[in-house]
């Protein structure tokens, strides 16, 4: 079997499933064509890692499908002097993603096989502003509290109040939200002064968030 073309497929990823299902954000789209997806797969996926779908990753969780990676990174409007902090980092793929979008990353993981995984990575592949902590992130970060933006990749039963409140004035906060564990509708909070505006982004389908604010 000759040896797959990456590159090619990921060019193939950003131009149909991204761009041709309508995400336009230049600088998500080029972040997403930079990063090496099939690092962040098992070694036997490696010549799938650019397919329209979600991954088993181990551990009974997945990383996520790109388009939905990128509808999330859009809808987080990341900018270069943003904090970003994401729950449920899994890979640590779109941690990746995002650490070329703005001016740092947390990242938190439950599993810590997959939080050594996500943070050994990053750093092979020289991602500088990012770091991955294991533990239960449903309740956030108040230690690092406020971030500009707060990406939550895994499916919760309601909106948890305590992350509301670590998002900085004119932050935003994505997350899939719903009353069933495997299908949720993904919200965007965007916070203005002590009112948050609530935005409906579509269906999803995410592993649960287990923990405190979560299942
Ligand atoms: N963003 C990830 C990526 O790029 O690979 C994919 C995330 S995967 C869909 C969801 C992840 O959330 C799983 O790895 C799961 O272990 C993690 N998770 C679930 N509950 C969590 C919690 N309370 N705190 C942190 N991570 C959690």
């Known amino acids: ?48 890692a650019y ?24 809808a987080l409007a990341l900018r270069p002097e943003d904090r970003l902090l994401e729950i449920g980092a899994g890979s640590g793929y779109a941690v990746a993603v995002a650490a070329r ?19 050994r990575r990053l750093e092979e592949l020289g991602v500088a502003n990012a770091v991955i902590r294991a533990g239960d992130g449903s309740l956030g970060a108040p230690d690092e509290a406020p971030f500009d933006a707060i990406l939550v990749s895994a499916g919760a039963p309601a909106v948890a109040p305590a992350l509301l409140e670590q998002l900085a004035d004119g932050g935003r906060y994505v ?28 269906g999803v389908a995410f592993v649960p968030l287990i923990g405190a604010g979560g299942w």
């Open 1 to 48: 079997m000759g040896r797959i073309d990456q590159a090619a497929a990921r060019a193939r990823m950003v131009a149909e499933h991204l761009r041709g299902r309508g995400i336009g954000d230049e600088r998500v789209l080029r972040a997403m064509g930079e990063v090496p997806r099939e690092r962040f797969v098992r070694p036997e996926d490696e010549g799938r």
């Open 175 to 202: 997350a899939p939200i719903g009353r069933s564990s495997w299908a949720q509708e993904l919200v965007r909070y965007t916070r203005d002064g002590e009112e948050y505006r609530r935005t409906a982004l579509g």
């Open 101 to 119: 979008l703005c001016a740092s990353v947390l990242g938190i993981e439950r599993v810590e096989p997959l939080a050594v995984a996500a943070a």
């Open 51 to 74: 397919a329209d779908r979600a991954l088993p990753i181990g551990h009974d969780q997945t990383i996520s499908q790109p388009y939905v990676v990128a509808l999330m990174l859009e």
